[in-house]
């Protein structure tokens, strides 16, 4: 492997050809500040368009300072980070972003999380030089049921048009407009509800301002928990667990499920009941589903469609609805278990806990921003009233148990609430990529070869590429499933499909890096890898320690369907846990 | 065979003067007198004299006729063409002896000029390639595909010491071969047509008067890099030069000079034509490959060139027009007479469009190395009105201002850095004592806020924030803090800019602080502008002697800065008044007076 020695700071080092002056120094232990640079290793995408010029070096002798993020190292070269120069060009750079910016950090939603004021800080910049009654770009405010735009905060850094582009292939976002007054907008200026946005919030999880922010529900919760005249039913998301503990201090990966049980029956929720109860019921119906087409397939049935398209991704059934209107009956008709908890829950729960429906409120906390725009489609409302009435992020968590005073590192571990928070480990790997149909294979196989699976973990499932495939035998018959994580990767799948290329069986998309646990609303982790690996490994961990870990073993899912619906695919399943999808005229 | 040839002008200049009637009416005439058969009227391209136009010539007498109007037609074909006796009130009156002058090369406007790369401007008809041709047209390419390899074409372009005449003066022999050494399926020519500095119409010109001499010079170039596509990229805002390159570009097809197997070789080569949108960042080459590529006219960090990684990520090389027009020349005469002229290190000629203050505005083409000096007093005819010289800013929002000290610096792209300027791509502002300096940055910064893409924070909010400072200064608000402030950030911005534009959008603003300081500071400090150009700055006062008391101007006055009885002289008072300058334009008997 060719290198090259340099200099940076005066201090030498050696680096493979290729490098750039920013990861070099890296190496070398110097912190070039940066602010458009964004890295997203397990993407293979490096955002690099060198135009914040924050991270400007100089190089004695050339006529101007270089961005160190896109400049590549060459023999011999001599960099200084911090010469008067460099300082006075960064110092400046940053004032000029200030002076562009509003000025209301105190009050902002990403105040003490926002890269820009980081830069003020760590820069000391103390007053910021422009003229009375200087301009600021300001652009109409943006609101959607899951973000919020406020580009008179955008800095122009191309990291959620890249994200938007390149990674999810949905292209809602691009450049328009030019010079000062040049901003991140869609298509022909549109609102966001108007474009092609599947309300993925991968553009929030990287924007490094307060200009791509969440929808707040916070607030709408804090109420609903002081009206006496309201039953406040909550769950969780499985990939909630594995991340929450960051917003408290704890290291990523680390899994503080009993405390968050704890904080929530803290904060006053009637039920502390588990998502992952749902993601059970899910696996019951989608199961059965999965296996009906495969057997009718198998017995010849040429009108049966194949493969099945897991369905429990809102902003993938968005993409999907958006770009393949022609193959709507493909994906599993089963709800997501957000939706299929809030059904069961005003129905047959609410009757069992003697509460009217209009009177239940269910809050659901998901690493998700698409579950805000789910929870309010239309389909998934009974007489107006929705079954899922907020749906709020792993952050807004957070600053619940905040606003409520709650220690959260002292709280002593608890268990969910009976019947609702009753689930098994299968229902825990929902959150990251191959934990879907993972669950389903588990329960699938031993429906199909009516054999006891020795072995429940799946490892040719998991992982963080892309596309993955594999064939799992069915105790002769080869059953062949395709995952794929990110938009950009379920399109790739869903092309080929079309085309008619593959011979799968079942598909799992997610539209997040690494599945759920990479979701919009998980604490900002602005792109490194690392973090979500290590919450990866925490829900494996979580689903390794469960004593049951089939979705079909669960008691109190069995002990639903003996009770109320029936079996898998009744038509009491059929109207409350199923749903059926429209093709959108989008742009 | 024709005794006689009319060329007319027909460039955009001229035809905005109606000079596609003069045509008209011409061969009106010519038929009217049966002369269809003796005399043919042709329309050229640009002459270059355009202060004095539309020019009409006459060959083989070298008559020179200016500010030609259609009603002139018919005495130009009775008198001169019929009679042989010459229009002398449209001939050209040299302004110091007062005598008319026949011939162009007797004119103090073209003695010094060399018209290489406008060689064949207002000579032969730029649609039709036969004219072209006469004039030793495509032989270069002949030659070059025929009797040379790639590398010896490209060293002969080397020696001649052509650098680019775009604005950065990069030696174009040397971009050749970079771009030449790049191994790829598929290499592109690219001709940068989109001149976007306002003023500047020298690629307009070679475009409408002479669309071949691209053509083959792109071909050239396509032999020698191994590129067999050329794209010339030519802002929409041109369309007669849209139109003359089609038509060249089909007659050049039509005559095998392009497209497959040209002139029987193995050589094969085809162009086409591609439209910017009105953006003057996209005269940046890698914005410009962007544009093409259908993406959002943006640059992008270099390294890596375009001659590696150019357009649609092949080996790309990307020339100015005015650099290609020169292309056939150095083949034609060779490198040695080409490094014969100009400088040691700017060899050639540069076109550069004359405007402003000056008498002879106009398209001239001289010697590298030729003085400031000769270029305003001898070929531009001095300062219009006997006003004083102040500065002439060469290359557009990118350049600098030269002033009286720098009269005698012989023109070169290096002087001219030195100098605090650059040459650009020939743009050449005269400016005299009624300009005010302060005003003239604050109107490129204008343009350059308006052209920024936006990209980068340098230039987005920099140039923005450089152009309210000196907006405040105009207005006079501003204060010696703001100065300061004023020349770090230009420093910053061309430090810190992601591509030319930026890097060089301080330049007005730092040749300005440098030359004329004392404006600024009149500005700033005494809060007045003394070239009366910044409305906000101007006093107005009441000439008491004059005032005859009639109260117009009271009655006018919108913040009632005015006090006066009837009859008696009137009063201004400063503290109120807000510069508007109504009482001024209401005054009958000129008893205000503007400072």
Known sequence: METVKLTIDNKHIEVPKGTTILQAAKQAGINIPTLCYMNLPHLDQEHKPG????????????????????????????VLSHSLRAINARRT?????????????????????????????TMGIREINSVENAAISTYRKDASPSLLRNMDKCVMCRSCETVCNEIQTVGALSAVNRGFMAVVAPAFEQDLTDSPCTFCGQCVAVCPTGALTAVDNTFHVIRALADPTKYVVVQTAPAVRAALGEEFGYQPGTLVTGKMVAALRALGFNKVFDTDFAADLTIMEEGTELLDRITRHLNGDKSVHL???????PAWVNFFETNYPDMLDVPSTARSPQQMFGSIAKTHMANKLGVKRENMVVVSVMPCLAKKYECQREEFKVDGNPDVDYAITTRELAHLIKIGNIDFKSLKDEDYDRPMGESTGASVIFGVTGGVIEAAIRTAYEVFTGKKLEKVEFHELRGMEGIRTATINFDGTDIHIGIAHTLGNARKLLDGIRKGMYNFHAIEIM?????????????????????????????????????????????????????????????????LLHTHYFSHPKQ | MYKMQLLVCGGTGCRASASAKIVEKLNESLKAHGLTKDAQVVTTGCFGFCEKGPIVKVIPDNTFYTQVRPEDAEEIIAEHILKGRKVTRLLYENPETQKHVTDSKHMGFYQKQMRIALRNCGFIDPENIDEYIARDGYSALAQV????????????????????RGGAGFPTGLKWEITSKFTSNQKYVVCNADEGDPGAFMDRSILEGDPNSIIEAMAICGYCIGASKGLVYIRAEYPLAIKRLRIAIQQARDYGLLGENILGTDFSFDMELRYGAGAFVCGEETALLASMEGK?????????????????????NVNNVETFANVPVIFLKGPEWFSSIGTEKSKGTKVFALAGKINNV??????????????????????????????????????????????????DFDSLIAAGSMMGSGGMIVMDEDDC????????????????????????????????????????????????????????????ALCGLGQTSPNPVLSTLDNFYDEYVAHVKDKRCYAKKCKALAHYTIIPEVCTGCTVCARNCPVGAITGERRQPHFINQDICIHCGVCYTKCKFNAILVQ
């Open chain 2, 296 to 316: 959002r006219g943006e640059p992008r960090v270099k390294p890596p060139f375009p001659a590696e990684d150019g357009y649609q990520h092949k080996p790309t």
């Open chain 1, 93 to 121: 750079v940053v004032e000029l972003l200030l002076s562009d910016h509003p000025k209301d950090c105190l009050v902002c939603p990403s105040s003490g999380n926002c890269e820009l004021q980081k830069l003020s800080i």
């Open chain 1, 307 to 313: 493969p099945i398209l897991t369905s429990c991704c």
């Open chain 2, 145 to 164: 595909v025929s009797d040379l390899t790639p590398q010896q074409a490209i060293d002969m372009v080397k020696q001649s010491g052509l650098r680019g």
């Open chain 1, 51 to 78: 135009s914040c010029r924050v991270c400007v070096v100089e190089i004695p002798g050339r006529r101007t300072l270089v961005p160190a993020c896109a400049t590549k190292c060459t023999e011999g070269m001599e």
């Open chain 2, 437 to 496: 300096m302060v005003s003239i940055a604050k109107f490129y910064l204008e343009f350059i806020v308006e052209e920024s893409c936006g990209k980068c924070t340098p230039c987005r909010v920099g140039n923005k924030r450089m152009l309210e400072i000196l907006e405040k200064i105009c207005q006079g608000k501003g204060s010696m803090e703001d100065l300061d402030h004023l020349r770090n950030l230009a420093n910053v911005i061309k430090d810190t």
């Open chain 2, 362 to 411: 106009g398209l001239i083409e001289v010697p590298m190395g030729i003085t400031l000096r000769e270029i305003i007093y001898e070929i531009g005819g001095g300062i219009k009105n006997g006003k004083k010289f102040k500065a002439v800013q060469t290359g557009g929002p990118s350049g600098g201002c030269l002033t009286e000290k720098h009269l005698d610096t012989p023109i």
């Open chain 1, 511 to 575: 539209a997040c890096p690494g599945g759920c646990i990479g979701g919009g609303g998980q604490p900002l982790h602005r792109g490194t890898d690392i973090v979500l690996k290590a919450r990866m490994e925490a829900i494996y961990k979580e689903d390794f320690n469960k004593p049951i870990r089939k979705s079909h073993e669960n008691p109190e899912i069995i002990k639903l369907y003996e009770e109320f619906l029936g079996k898998p695919l009744s038509e009491k399943s059929h109207k």
